[in-house]
């Protein structure tokens, strides 16, 4: 009788290996996360409206409790908000955007507007919420 | 003289190889371009915007939640009752800057409320994370 031939084994299975590999990448794409997000440095508000200032310098956005928007009185709209307000700015260096946020805004239209009043080139930009604003 | 064929050696089914060289490939991608982050508790939609600040500091992360109501670490309470609570929180944890995660429906008052209270408490750098748009 012939022996049977003895077959050779792999120095070292790679079973295991692949276990563990698997493993560690479903671990990966579970706790990975690759949500960006971008961070916006905002002046902390004033404590009323008394206490922001008053006169021809300023420009008021108003956020409306329904969603609406007004620059300097006139309605907007959030695409057309950032446009509007560079024009009410104009070319003055002097001039302080003020954004009143009514009862019912939201943090995105308060966003928005913190944004276009970054870009539309005024000197100082404040924040303050009211309760109703006057129609 | 008889000759005998040469047995062929017998594949195996599949190739492990390639395999586990994808994998390696995929399990390396993950390591390095996600970034791990501890989980909250809370769900938060961020509001879309077009700055970014690009402010890499790590700050003290206060959630706002879409009903206005303010999470400090574990502890949730409304801005407009509880202010003093905000100005300890502040104070135990010795923040300078802080970052406001806020849902985008969530209501200005209570971010601006937030935003308040945070100035009263000391706090030197206010920072509204978004996400970017589009």
Do not use: C, H
Not at chain 1, 12 to 20: G, H, K, N, R
Not at chain 1, 69 to 82: F, I, N, R
Not at chain 1, 105 to 110: D, I, V
Not at chain 2, 98 to 114: F, N, T
Request: net charge negative.
């Amino acid at each position: 009788m012939f022996e049977e031939p003895i077959r050779k084994r792999n120095l070292f299975s790679l079973t295991p290996l692949i276990d563990v590999v698997f493993q560690l990448l479903i671990f990966f794409m579970l706790t990975t996360s690759f949500l960006q997000s971008q961070t916006l440095t905002v002046v902390t508000p004033a404590e009323s409206k008394t206490q922001l200032p008053e006169d021809s310098r300023v420009v008021e956005i108003w956020l409306m409790g329904n969603g609406s928007m007004k620059v300097a009185g006139k309605p907007t709209s959030p695409e057309t908000l950032s446009d509007d307000l560079k024009q009410a700015v104009g070319t003055r260096k002097d001039i302080t955007v003020t954004i009143l946020a009514e009862n019912g805004s939201k943090t995105q239209a308060l966003i928005q507007a913190i944004e276009a009043a970054r870009g539309s080139g005024a000197a100082s930009v404040g924040t303050a919420r009211v309760e109703k604003l006057e129609r | 003289m008889i000759e005998f064929d040469e047995p062929t050696p017998r594949r195996p089914f599949e190739t492990m190889v390639p395999l586990i060289n994808v994998v390696f490939l995929l399990l390396i991608f993950f390591l390095l371009a996600g970034t791990m982050q501890p989980g909250e508790d809370v769900d938060v939609t961020l509001p879309s915007g077009q700055v970014d600040d690009r402010d890499t500091q790590q700050p003290l992360t206060i959630i706002v939640e879409k009903d206005g109501f303010v999470w400090l670490g574990k502890s949730v309470v409304d801005p407009a009752l509880s202010g003093y609570r905000i100005g300890d929180y502040i104070k135990t944890s010795n923040a300078v800057a802080v970052a406001i995660k806020s849902d985008a429906q969530a209501p200005a008052e209570s971010v601006l409320r937030l935003m308040e209270e945070l100035r009263k408490a000391g706090v030197k750098q206010v920072t509204i994370l978004t996400e970017p748009a589009g």
